[in-house]
């Protein structure tokens, strides 16, 4: 098995990226390659890995993109999960999207902070009723006793809120990540890929660097 999992290799060619096509602001520059990823077609193209640490031992995940504004990207979450309490022992993360069909990727690093209470309120009421009952639900991360819990649960809610809308609860909401440094990657062929990197100055102003690959 070992051997034909070394064997597995994928020669990318599609495109190549330079200096003269990136614009000058990164978040600009991700919101044309994520209405690309749009237009392609993908499957879930704001899907990301969200990388935390506590302790000195990393974790990660996939969360969903749920905004992108000029001060960075946004996701929904519960605050009590294991991300949320890594969050808050240290707020600095990595968000990495990997584009397989359009081979793309982009890093991200930088702080973390709670989105607005009103920003949390007016997504979560875009939510279909059931993630919204969902959210009261789940303590996320702790353990259970079987699936059995969630569904019991999940009965009394609905009969709690029965015709009457949902209310955010208090422990969930948003997060956004703030960068100072954003990486795009182009895959090339023999493996010489394209990156380019955006580097935020102490001055605000951003720099962009090739790196080798």
């Known amino acids: 098995m070992s051997d034909s ?7 990318y060619s599609l495109k190549g990226l330079h200096e003269n096509e990136l ?3 990164p978040l600009k520059q991700f919101h044309k390659w994520f209405e690309e990823a749009l237009q392609s077609g ?6 990301m890995y969200l990388s935390t640490e506590a302790d000195s031992r990393p974790t990660g995940r996939i969360v969903l993109l749920k905004g992108l504004d000029e001060n960075g ?4 979450t519960n605050y009590l999960s294991k991300k949320g309490r890594e969050i808050e022992s240290n707020p600095q993360v990595a968000l990495t999207f990997f584009w397989k069909e359009l081979e793309r990727q ?5 702080r973390i902070e709670r989105t607005s209470a009103s920003e949390s309120d007016i997504y979560f009421a875009s939510r279909p009723r059931g993630s919204q009952i969902g959210a009261w639900v789940s303590a996320q991360s702790e353990v259970i006793e079987g ?21 955010r609860p208090l422990h969930w909401g948003g997060y956004r990540v703030i960068p100072d440094y954003i990486e795009f ?3 090339r062929p023999s ?21 080798s690959p």
């Open 42 to 47: 993908l499957y879930e193209p704001n899907a």
């Open 73 to 76: 990207f946004v996701f929904f």
């Open 23 to 25: 614009d000058s602001n």
């Open 5 to 11: 999992i070394a064997n597995i290799r994928t020669e």
């Open 147 to 167: 699936g059995d819990f969630l569904k019991n649960r999940q009965q009394e809610l609905e009969t709690q809120f029965a015709e009457k809308p949902v209310p």
């Open 106 to 110: 982009v890093r991200i690093e930088g």
């Open 185 to 187: 990657w182009q895959g």
């Open 191 to 211: 493996r010489l890929h394209d990156r380019l990197a955006y580097t935020k100055d102490e001055s605000g102003d951003w720099k962009i660097e090739r790196l």
